[in-house]
């Protein structure tokens, strides 16, 4: 259950990432949503993501049981994302289309910034770490309390 300020911060950061999608939208770098992203090892890629994305997806969604060393992201069902809606700017940004490197690295960049904002925002602590080790480590402290 949210907070109400965590609310807010939640309503802010939905504002951000629907921003972005119009960014995407107009830029439209190609994605079939084959899902071969998501498996981490079969592109060589590490996903980071900021504490306050991680806690958005944790305020929604349950985090499925997963083993960090397969690599692949837990929310990643029939090579779909299964959370569309909550997912990471590392996700949402990330295209395979090489010639959109550059121009992603800077959209990419853009918004980094205006989340780190929220954060400083919001005064919550700000953190950006592999995914993959903070829905582990959200998983085990919510086995030891509960
Ligand atoms: S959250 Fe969704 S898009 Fe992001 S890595 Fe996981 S399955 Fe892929
Ligand atoms: S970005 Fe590429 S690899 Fe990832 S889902 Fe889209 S088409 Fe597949």
Redesign the pocket.
Known sequence: MESPSESNLSSELEIIYHQLEKELTRLNPG???????CDFSAFDHILYASSIEINFITWNVEVPDFNVSDNICPFLKNNQCSIRDFRTLGCRV???NPHYKEVLNEVYEKYYQMIKDLSRKYDTQWEYLPFLHKLAEFKLKTAVAG
């Open positions: 994605c079939n949503r084959c899902g071969t992203c990330f295209y395979c």
